[in-house]
T-cell receptor, first 114, second 114 residues
């Protein structure tokens, strides 16, 4: 069975702090994809990143970076110099290779205070 | 904006009634997936339609049914509504062409069952 665990239910930081959101996944598939989505209060899921299981290179996009480690089945997300606009619920998700069907974690609510 | 639209935005129904939710996919996308997101939880996969055929189903009872039309828009129907059906219903349209992958979520329909 596939499972995604986001152990941090809520995180609160002060603006400009760095913050890391943890994601641990379980799958028996050798081909799979990992995602991060942002859900602001409006409710719409905003796509942040998609990473396939064969690419363990870390990725950086502006203030966002992702650390994928197959050895520990983790796909962690770091926001550098957080801003108030980063406040949202963040979801990690797993897709069985090619299925386009996502298994989501329960999400981490991030609050960035001014 | 993603180009995926959902209607209605909000809906209030009574237990035992039936409801139809609609999703218009992003232009060029031939796959639509539906998710249920209960309050404080991550989205859960209901089912997926690819070129008008059901292409996989999550752990939801048969009273959850769907359709996809030739223009790839989709409907989610729920019969005999129960209080636990109260949730945000999200649709996602996607397309996989060679190495290119796109998936976009709509803003959701918030269903309240009283």
């Amino acid at each position: 069975a596939q499972k995604v665990t986001q152990a941090q239910t809520e995180i609160s930081v002060v603006e400009k702090e760095d913050v890391t959101l943890d994601c641990v996944y379980e799958t028996r598939d050798t081909t799979y994809y990992l995602f991060w989505y942002k859900q602001p209060p409006s409710g719409e899921l905003v796509f942040l990143i998609r990473r396939n299981s064969f690419d363990e290179q870390n990725e950086i996009s502006g203030r966002y970076s992702w650390n994928f480690q197959k050895s520990t089945s983790s796909f962690n997300f770091t926001i550098t110099a957080s801003q108030v606009v980063d406040s949202a619920v963040y979801f990690c998700a797993l897709e069985q290779g090619g299925s386009e069907k996502l298994v989501f974690g329960k999400g981490t609510k991030l609050t960035v205070n001014p | 904006e993603t180009g995926v639209t959902q209607s209605p935005t909000h809906l209030i129904k009574t237990r035992g009634q039936q409801v139809t939710l609609r999703c218009s996919s992003q232009s060029g996308h031939n796959t639509v997936s539906w998710y249920q997101q209960a309050l404080g939880q991550g989205p859960q996969f209901i089912f997926q339609y690819y070129r008008e055929e059901e292409n996989g189903r999550g752990n939801f009872p048969p009273r959850f049914s769907g359709l996809q039309f030739p223009n790839y828009s989709s409907e989610l129907n729920v019969n005999a509504l129960e209080l636990d059906d109260s949730a945000l219903y999200l649709c996602a349209s996607s397309s996989r062409t060679g190495k290119t992958y796109e998936q976009y979520f709509g803003p959701g329909t918030r269903l309240t069952v009283t």
